[in-house]
């Protein structure tokens, strides 16, 4: 079965600018899950998108946004791009949004802010 | 104090030995643990879930979990070079409420495994 896909999975982008990043989940997983990976803060949650609602969102500004398809893909979409901005955004997928699942994560999207 | 705590090494152990990775959690009625692997310059890896006190094994990992201390550990067996890389604790803070998914990590814990 194939994993967690990511794309792009480099990106280089101008403060000001706006971006969007795509997950696909696993095959008949149906919960994909945004996280943000810096070295100064480690893996920090953003938000997790269940049967195209969100569910649960970390505390990041309104200018990361989310959502998710009725195939169960997913986007997130960061606005007015900061230079602290600039991190892996990693995405996981489980089978249901409920806590005794597993997560999967995908290779992740770098993102340079400059 | 830290949602998840765990110490950021490195910890250094000798090829064949026991590595013994911990973490604390500040959430007591906390349920669902995770252990994953972060090799340099890629996505985390799973290796472990546990939901249970005890211990839980697969192949040369063992997970631990004591929620009374709010302490759960790695142990890694027959440590190989190839083991070296970061290991990333996550919980999902609070009950079960049957929709909360959102992982809480720890900064993780470097290992190195030497020759």
Redesign the interface.
């Known amino acids: 079965k194939a994993g967690v896909t990511q794309t792009p999975r480099y990106l280089i982008k101008t403060r000001g600018q706006q971006v969007t990043l795509s997950c696909s989940p696993i095959s008949g997983h149906r919960s994909v899950s945004w996280y943000q990976q810096t070295p100064g803060q480690g893996l920090q949650f953003l938000f997790e998108y269940f049967s195209e609602t969100q569910r649960n969102k970390g505390n990041f500004p309104g200018r990361f946004s989310g959502r998710q398809f009725s195939n169960s893909r997913s986007e997130m979409n960061v606005s007015t791009l900061e230079l602290g901005d600039s991190a892996l955004y990693l995405c996981a997928s489980s089978m249901t949004s409920v806590s005794l699942n597993e997560q999967y994560f995908g290779p992740g999207t770098r993102l340079t802010v400059t | 104090q830290k949602e998840v705590e765990q110490n950021s090494g490195p910890l250094s152990v000798p090829e064949g030995a026991i590595a013994s990775l911990n973490c604390t959690y500040s959430d007591r009625v906390s349920?669902?643990f995770?252990w994953?692997r972060q090799y340099s310059g890629?996505?985390?890896?799973?290796i472990m879930?546990i939901?249970s006190n005890g211990d839980k094994e697969d192949g040369r990992f063992t997970a631990q979990l004591n929620k009374a201390s709010q302490y759960v550990s790695l142990l890694i067996r027959d440590s190989q070079p190839s083991d070296s890389a970061t290991y990333?604790c996550?919980v999902?803070l609070g009950a079960?409420?049957?929709?909360?998914?959102?992982?809480?990590?720890?900064?993780?814990t470097r290992l190195q495994v030497t020759l």
């Open positions: 349920q669902s995770f994953y890629k996505s985390p890896e799973l879930s939901y990333l996550a999902i079960n409420t049957g929709t909360a998914s959102k992982l809480t990590f720890g900064t993780g």
